[in-house]
């Protein structure tokens, strides 16, 4: 297939992920078959690892991608790091429990639409002696934001041998993540959302306090097929050009990622300018939606994502007014998710592609289009 390859035209899709692919990753992905110990193979894989540490701003930070979903990091972090009778501490927009894994798990609460406080955590962390205090950076089913470095300086003051843990699914390349400044020990992430790839590679970097952690534990861990036991030479043998094997991973959607991340890391937008089109288009959606007199889940500009917004609906209308609407012209936005309000809501993503590459004119596509199906139900703004 030639370069100049072009998708077949499509519903626009602006979930908060999976989300649109550029034409030349999902030609990547369409890579033909080979060996995944390829002597070919093995410098793409490793690029992917040194290109994901420039992403997250680190140096020495451990890379794995392995096959699977965002929520496997979850996986990694308790069967690696997690011991029985372990201490966890999430915040309230961190859905996943370690509990599984034998941790004793306390839980910080916030409003719908906030997130926890630095009094909040400062008072937590000295209650209890917390081996990983996690918290979600993005939480996809409100559109809110965490401040990582508030939290990370906190437990770096309070209880400085806690692990720190971002569940970075819906916020890697999309949102600042400065892994070692901040002093992150495991990012948790995917492909299918800010790295603007499709689904399939569970996407995770560890800090090297975090691998001594696990090099330290008392127990071995408590899975097979996440184990960094068996993960973490073969991610050290890709980044050195040598071919390694544990299970089979995805080689087309490696190929895939390494196209995304040379564009993200090496194409005309920095990274520093990319994360300011997230910035500049999120503010750009929530004031035309605060324009047609419509709130946002996230309670502040402080707390809001930049690569997704969360929107009440206005009074008397619910998703089967309007997402079929939109459905008819082609864009795909999603219902709500919290259980709380989940009626009440809808989430629109505006992340990768659809920012970077004004060109294609996303943006305005879903606002105008947006606009239209609300008048088209009958809405009209209170005066």
């Not at 501490?89 to 509990?99: A, C, F, K, V, W």
């Not at 946002?296 to 994502?305: D, I």
Request: charged fraction near 20%.
């Amino acid at each position: 297939m030639s370069q100049s390859w072009k998708q077949d035209p499509h519903k626009l899709l602006v979930i908060p992920g999976p989300i649109e692919v550029a034409d030349d990753v999902l030609l990547a992905n369409a890579h033909p078959s080979m060996s995944h110990v390829s002597p070919a193979f093995a410098p793409v894989f490793g690029n992917c690892i040194k290109l994901l540490r420039q992403v997250l701003y680190t140096k020495d930070g451990q890379p794995f991608l392995v096959a699977g979903s965002g929520t496997l990091g979850w996986d990694a972090v308790g069967a690696n790091l997690i011991e029985k009778g372990d201490k966890a501490s999430l915040t309230s927009i961190s859905r996943i429990s370690l509990e599984v894994y034998g941790a004793d798990v306390t839980q910080l609460t916030a409003p719908v639409g906030g997130s926890p406080t630095k009094e909040q955590i400062t008072e937590a962390l000295k209650k209890n002696k917390y081996k990983v205090l996690t918290f979600t950076h993005v939480d996809t089913s409100t559109g809110v934001l965490s401040d990582p470095k508030m939290i990370a300086e906190t437990v770096k003051e309070v209880s400085p041998d806690t692990l720190v843990v971002l569940d970075g699914v819906c916020s890697v390349a999309s949102e600042e993540i400065r892994f070692d400044d901040w002093g992150i020990d495991v990012v948790i992430s995917a492909t299918q959302k800010g790295l603007g790839v499709p689904p399939g590679l569970s996407v995770l970097c560890a800090s090297q306090k975090a691998i001594k952690v696990f090099e330290h534990r008392k127990t071995p861990p408590s899975s097979y097929y996440i184990s960094w036991k068996k993960w973490l030479p073969v991610m050290k043998n890709y980044e050195a050009g040598t071919p390694s094997y544990f299970a089979t991973p995805p080689v087309q959607l490696i190929y895939a990622l390494e196209t995304s991340l040379k564009t993200i890391m090496e194409g005309k937008v920095s990274l520093e300018d990319r994360f300011k089109m997230h910035r500049e288009a999120s503010q750009k959606f929530k004031k035309e939606m605060q324009g047609m007199g419509f709130k946002t889940v996230s309670l502040s500009p402080e707390t809001s994502a930049n690569g997704m917004t969360a929107v009440y609906f206005p009074e008397g209308f619910k998703a089967p007014d309007i997402l079929p609407k939109l459905l008819a012209k082609d864009i795909v936005v999603a219902a709500g998710l919290h259980k709380d309000i989940k009626d009440k809501y809808f989430r629109v993503g505006h992340m990768g592609v659809t920012v970077v590459d004004t060109s294609r004119g996303d943006m305005d596509h879903v606002i105008n289009g947006i606009k239209e199906a609300f008048a088209e139900a009958g809405y009209k703004k209170s005066t």
